[in-house]
């Protein structure tokens, strides 16, 4: 049975302001990773990082109260949330009243953490830290840094996803490269609405060919996938056409309801980008 076809995903919807956990939906990740030949032992490392822009709970005097949410979702965890169950659960904190932001906090933690694990053992808990409104203004904007594929002047003709155009010069010294692209789009694969992202691949190996990788990345542009399981296709294909000693993808993705998510995957242990926004974010 496909569980997606039980999510509030693309259904008629009714939209409650009191506090209600049950409203999370998760959604196996199992099921995407076996297509990819990905079996338990993970060959990569990472986390979902997303962001909320439409918290608001009521304190003790029913007086709203206003932050921003950088929550942080292990790339272990048995499930991925489904975003628009998550928006409705958010949006159930709205008329409730709270003692203060920590309950809020410690709320969205255990909640969170129990719908990523639901159905194995909890090996690690998801990341909650809430953004005071006092403290918006100090929220930074910026770029994904590395060499911009974009600038390619290439033909393009195919809009699912194509592994053959990635290749490397496996017969030169390897390099260390850090590269960027704006074009990666994707679709809803229950509604069909358009995700727009960019990406970051950091390597050290065999050079990757910068034409097939954005021919590559472009190919996308039909494709119907959630975003952890697109970045994970991503990593896999440039990880076996490629061959890097080391590699790193991250895509940014335009918000959607108020929810933004930014996958992370790699294949060495190190810190976690930090969640900053880019200008279309």
């Excluded at 050079?207 to 119907?224: C, E, K, M, P, T």
Aim: aromatic share 10%; with cysteine; glycine share 6%.
């Amino acid at each position: 049975m496909n569980p997606i076809a039980h999510s509030p995903l693309g259904q008629a919807t009714q939209y409650v302001d009191q506090y209600d956990a049950s409203l999370l939906f998760p959604i196996p990740r199992v099921a995407q990773r076996e297509k990819l030949g990905i079996s338990q032992r993970l060959p990569f490392l990472g986390a979902d990082l997303w962001t909320a822009f439409e918290l608001s709970w009521l304190n003790t005097r029913g007086k709203p109260q206003l932050a921003l949410a950088h929550i942080t979702v292990p790339c272990e965890s048995a499930n991925i949330i489904e975003s628009k169950s998550f928006k409705l659960y958010l949006g159930s904190f709205s008329n409730t009243r709270f003692a203060d932001a920590a309950e809020v906090q410690a709320r969205l933690r255990a909640d969170l953490t129990e719908a990523a694990w639901r159905g194995a053992v909890v090996l690690s808990s998801v990341g909650v830290k809430l953004i005071a409104a006092e403290l918006f203004d100090q929220e930074p904007i910026h770029e994904l840094d590395g060499l911009s594929l974009d600038r390619l002047d290439l033909d393009c003709d195919r809009y699912t996803p194509a592994p053959e155009f990635l290749s490397s010069a496996t017969e030169e010294s390897p390099v260390s490269e850090v590269l960027t692209s704006n074009l990666l789009k994707s679709n809803c694969p229950v509604t069909g609405q358009p995700d727009w992202g960019s990406v970051q691949i950091s390597y050290f190996g065999p050079q990757i060919d910068q034409a097939g990788l954005l021919r590559y990345i472009v190919s996308f542009r039909n494709h119907n996938g959630f975003h952890e399981d697109c970045v994970e296709r991503i990593f896999m294909d440039i990880q076996a056409r490629c061959l890097p000693h080391k590699l790193s993808v991250y895509a940014r993705y335009t918000r959607r309801g108020g929810l933004d998510i930014n996958p992370f995957r790699s294949s060495f242990p190190q810190a976690l980008p930090s969640n900053v926004r880019s200008a279309r974010q």
